[in-house]
């Protein structure tokens, strides 16, 4: 039985500040990477495609976990901590709004709301 969390963190950035987001974004990769239980941890861009028309926040974290405390952990980073206060919850972050989500690939997950 897999244990992994997917999480998907979505970030719509203020306006004239996405090159900016998306470097401290990028900024976050290696240490994450580097963390006990990473398994993918990359920050990608929305692009147009005629295939996949859906709306999404601008930039989006792919992450994989090998289990709930190892994302529980890396929530707990003071580097993932300081990058929420300073980026989403203070008023002069560059952060217009943010969407952090997780999964299992698991029927019935311990934690999954119910529907």
Not at 63 to 85: D, L, M, N, T
């Amino acid at each position: 039985m897999s244990q992994k969390i997917y999480c998907i963190a979505m970030f719509r950035p203020k306006a004239g500040k996405e090159d900016e987001l998306f470097k401290i974004l990028q900024s976050l990769e290696p240490n994450s990477q580097r963390e006990d239980g990473c398994i993918q941890y990359i920050v990608t861009r929305q692009i147009d495609n005629p295939f996949a028309t859906g709306e999404s926040f601008p930039f989006v974290f792919n992450e994989i976990w090998a289990s709930k405390a190892a994302f529980e952990a890396h929530c707990q980073r003071k580097e993932i901590v300081a990058f929420f206060e300073e980026q989403c919850v203070a008023e002069d972050g560059l952060v217009e709004a943010h969407n952090v989500c997780v999964y299992s690939d698991q029927p019935a997950n311990f934690d999954a709301p119910q529907l």
